[in-house]
């Protein structure tokens, strides 16, 4: 058992999203091609007398830290699963970045950081079977951020393809400032009997990746959208700051540009933020593969 742990939990950015159905009872079938980024929240895990969860960071005003919060409920459903002489108390401190309700995955990938985070500490295999289930009963999202790796999700999302080739990216992350809901959301969309992602290339390189979002979709952005206008504020801004390629993160609000290296993501960044100093704009790179 370490001492003290610490585990980044990535931004969670949705390149393309198609809504491919509905299940019976009622989760929505999908099929998303993701990839996480450099820039996240940050989670460190200490022994302590007795359990505590404290949050900080730019973000972390008002959050719960009771059974509420996915880090909270990550710990308490390990101890479940591996008991207390296993689990000892702990300290868990989340520095918050990200945005909440905005689509790149902020709580699931807190959630699966501190599963990674706690596993080291106490000594435990995350890879075990155990705390796959665990990732799976905290939500659809928690799973692929637990892979962590640039990969396709399916089925209600925990059906994991990792990618074997697939170009990192120069990104500028944009939130108008405000949350959408993720269910409503949802309820919005049109028709949910959409096709699949087309075939992906099999080693491309930076011009094919573009051309192949290009020819994929994101199904939630036009609802939200509907729900929220300002998202398409943030795709106008990243378009005229010289994105060659925009489009929205999961069920939204947060939209992502691609840019030709990090001095281009790092200018239009700036210029986004003196444009528009109430939101939130993140210049960072993704992950790749191959």
């Known amino acids: 058992m370490t ?3 610490a585990a980044l939990a990535p931004a969670k950015i949705n390149l393309a999203l198609h809504v491919t159905g509905r299940r019976a009872d009622g989760y ?6 993701v990839v996480f980024a450099e820039f996240g929240d940050r989670l460190s ?10 949050i900080g ?11 509420d919060n996915l880090v909270t409920a990550a710990r308490d459903r390990m101890r479940a699963a591996f008991g207390t002489k296993a689990t000892p108390p702990v300290a868990v401190h989340l520095d918050k970045f990200l945005p909440v309700a905005s689509g790149i995955g902020g709580g699931s990938s807190d959630a699966a950081a501190a599963l990674k985070a706690l596993a080291a500490f106490w000594g435990l295999d995350v890879a075990s079977t155990e705390i796959a289930d665990i990732a799976a009963s905290l939500g659809a999202d928690v799973p692929m951020c637990l892979d962590g ?4 999700a399916s089925g209600i999302g925990h059906d994991l393809r990792p990618l074997l080739a697939w170009p990192s990216f120069h990104v500028v992350l944009v939130n108008p400032g405000v949350a959408v809901s993720t269910p409503v959301v949802f309820a919005g969309l049109s028709r949910r009997q959409n096709p699949p992602l087309p075939p ?32 398409g504020e943030a795709l106008d801004a990243l378009r005229s700051a010289g994105a060659s390629f925009a489009r929205m993160s999961g069920s939204g609000a947060t939209c992502f540009g691609i840019f030709a290296d ?4 790092q200018a239009s960044a700036a210029q986004i933020r003196s444009a528009r100093p ?11 593969a191959g």
């Open 57 to 67: 960071g730019p973000r972390g005003s008002g959050l719960p830290t009771g059974p």
């Open 200 to 231: 992906l290339p099999d080693c491309p390189d930076h011009a094919g990746a573009l051309a192949f979002l290009g020819a994929a979709r994101n199904d939630l952005e036009a609802p939200a959208l509907a729900l929220a206008p300002q998202i």
């Open 149 to 152: 790796r640039a990969l396709v």
């Open 45 to 54: 895990v200490e022994a302590a007398p007795t359990d505590a969860m404290t």
């Open 3 to 5: 001492h003290r742990t």
């Open 28 to 33: 929505h079938l999908l099929e998303s091609l």
């Open 262 to 265: 990090n001095a281009e993501a």
């Open 278 to 288: 109430g939101w939130f704009v993140e210049a960072t790179r993704t992950t790749g």
